[in-house]
């Protein structure tokens, strides 16, 4: 392999190969492999990591940095105009962070796939990555080869995700499905017939002062039983309640 500095002589060729012939035969070789290199953009707002990055990913076979950016918003015009594979980005940068700039990215290049490289290990940030279109989410204290690594997986269609962060991630969707089935369990709240009564006139679209006229009773009595509804239901407004209603089947509405 080549140490980037220039060529690296060999004595291993054939008996009267020449240096040319050498270079000319690993040209033929790599012509015919057919197979383009993953073209990676760098983003982050450290020159130096940026540049790290770099010398590093220039030593490994089929990778090929084609760009950086310092921040979010440069990184959506050089996604842009480079069109790269793999968007090696930090989550944590002025100007556009690297979330917001996930949703551009794959606006203006559909085809790319993003990795979050960060010292965030915050769950927030690995669930709006992942909300915003990041295949994969890696913590900078990983190894310049695994970089290379989650490059070429992400590439061929994986993701990738550093563990402890993936132990979040399972944790947290093992949480959610716990509260699903526990709502599953809880029965929908009984309400009175008042309360249903007073439900099916909120439907209709009839104010407090028009509900108590057709219930024969005070305004404020109305008020009473349309925050007994919301609190029963757990819910924060009187269309809330009638969508909730309609849904779980306490109420048609004919």
Do not use: W
Request: net charge negative; glycine share 6%; hydrophobic share 40%.
């Amino acid at each position: 392999m080549a140490d980037g500095f220039g060529p690296v002589h060999s004595s291993a060729g054939h008996p009267g190969e020449t240096h040319a012939d050498t270079e000319a035969h690993c040209d033929e070789e790599t012509a015919g492999s057919g197979k383009e290199p993953i073209r990676v953009l760098v983003v982050d707002d450290h020159a130096l990591f940026r540049r790290g990055l770099e010398i590093v990913l220039a030593h490994e076979e089929g990778i090929e940095v084609v760009g950086e950016a310092g921040d979010g918003a440069e990184a959506v015009d050089k996604a842009a105009d480079l069109l790269p594979d793999i968007v090696l980005m930090d989550v944590r940068m002025p100007k556009r962070g690297g979330i917001e700039a996930c949703t551009s990215i794959k606006e203006v290049a559909p085809s790319a796939k993003i990795i979050m490289l960060t010292i965030s290990d915050e769950e927030a940030d690995l669930y709006d990555a992942i909300k915003a279109g990041a295949t994969g989410y890696l913590l900078k204290e990983i190894s310049t080869d695994e970089v290379a690594t989650a490059i070429r997986a992400v590439a061929d269609g994986q993701s990738q995700i550093s563990p402890s962060m993936a132990s979040k991630l399972l944790t947290e969707f093992k949480s959610m499905i716990q509260r699903t089935d526990e709502r599953r369990l809880v029965p929908a709240p009984r309400l009175t017939d008042r309360e249903l009564e007073v439900l099916k006139l909120v439907a209709t679209g009839m104010n407090n002062r028009d509900i108590a006229k057709e219930l024969f009773i005070s305004e404020n009595t109305v008020k009473n039983h349309v925050r007994n509804i919301l609190e029963k239901l757990q819910l924060h407004s009187r269309m809330e309640a009638v969508v909730y209603a309609m849904r779980e089947k306490i109420l048609e509405i004919r």
